[in-house]
């Protein structure tokens, strides 16, 4: 069992910064796939962005602005997402989900292909 765990959410006003991170247990095939997700109140679990263990990116609609950079170390099993410029938006639950996608193939955005989950940390944006 892959254990997925968040940390680094928080409260900040708009225009701050905040980086997530994500640690996982050692299994390097179950985790070829990393990606973090956002779920605002009311509204369905989104993909922000993911990164395969080859270091390959993809940001999805809710990092296409620029503002986030995805980012992994493979030695210390840790997942990383730095948020800069906080929008009220952003704000909600980030979870990080890890899977063993192929290498070959650019990582994506559909929840069923990422197995492990974390419990989410809260990130909450004031105007």
């Known amino acids: 069992q892959v254990q997925v765990v968040e940390s680094g959410g928080g409260s900040v006003q708009a225009g701050g910064s905040l980086r997530l991170a994500c640690t996982t247990s050692?299994?390097?095939?179950?985790?070829?796939?990393m990606a973090w997700f956002r779920q605002a109140p009311g509204q369905e679990r989104e993909a922000v962005s993911c990164?395969?263990?080859?270091?390959?990116?993809?940001y999805f609609e809710a990092s296409k602005e620029g503002r986030f950079t995805i980012a992994r170390d493979n030695d210390k099993n840790t997942l990383y997402l730095q948020m800069t410029s906080l929008k009220p938006e952003d704000t909600g639950m980030y979870y990080c989900?890890?899977?063993?996608?192929?290498?070959?193939?650019?990582?994506?955005?559909?929840?069923?292909?990422?197995?492990?989950w974390g419990q989410g940390t809260q990130v909450t944006v004031s105007s």
């Open positions: 990164i395969s263990r080859i270091g390959t990116v993809t």
């Open positions: 989900a890890a899977g063993s996608g192929p290498l070959w193939a650019s990582c994506g955005a559909n929840r069923s292909d990422y197995p492990y």
């Open positions: 050692d299994h390097p095939y179950s985790r070829n796939w």
